[in-house]
């Protein structure tokens, strides 16, 4: 009955919010109740809650009810996920046309990163990956960039999750995986030498907002007979280049 009762609280509160939404000057709780079909002294209630979560305001002239700033906290990580996508696409293709390989833009989600983009090569030999793929932050290039640039505290959460292990090159052990971040750090890009998948080898760079949080990566991925160790230096110059031009259009200023 609890669960019950809290899917229904979820889902008045929702159909309140969608009232406000729809009324630029506010409602007041009677009318609202009337809207949601729900009596006054519940619509109270949970306006109350609302209203103390930051989710609405009241006017205090008017005492009616309409949105709070703290919806735009809700919409604001989807917006910036599609205005990276859309920021990105053109350097995407840009940095495609310098190296022929496959080029990744990918953002980060929960404990696992997850690619919005993808450019193949024109080479017979290509990458299977796919829009809408996750990717472990531990043991893939554009994950361990982000992690690089990622606060301690949530490092420690990622590898509270286990680190699991893909491939015989997988980074599994905690102190390995922080040394490697570290370095990442230093040199601004990211290395994932067969750790995600056997056969492919990947460069990553990070790429930052205006506040200088990072909010995705991206990576130049390919076979290890094509993308050779001895390519990756320049490579990455070529991915760090293109990830600090996206980064400026994020707004994101070099100290």
Known sequence: ??????????????????????????????????????????????????????????????????????????GGSILERMDIRHEAHDLLEELSGKVNEAVHLVIPDGFKAIYIDKLDSNKTIRMCSQIGRIAPLHASAVGKAILAF???????????????????????????????????????????????????????APIFDYTGKVIGAISVSGPTVTVTKKQVEKISEDVMECARKISQRMGWKAD
Request: contains cysteine.
């Open 1 to 74: 009955m609890a669960q019950d009762n809290t899917v229904q609280s979820v889902e008045r509160a929702i159909k309140i919010l969608e009232e406000l939404a729809a009324e630029k000057e506010g409602l007041g709780v009677t009318e609202l109740s009337q809207r949601v079909n729900l009596h006054k002294s519940t619509v109270h209630r949970m306006l109350t809650t609302l209203l103390n979560l930051g989710y609405v305001e009241q006017n205090a002239l008017s005492e009616k009810y309409r949105l709070g700033m703290k919806i735009l906290f809700l």
């Open 150 to 204: 990622s606060s301690p505290r949530f490092v420690n959460e990622v590898i509270e999750q286990g680190l699991e292990r893909y491939t015989a090159n997988t980074i599994t052990e905690p102190r390995e995986l922080m040394r490697h971040l570290e370095i990442i750090k230093e040199r601004g890009f990211a290395i994932d030498d067969e750790e995600n998948e056997k056969g492919i080898r990947c460069v990553a």
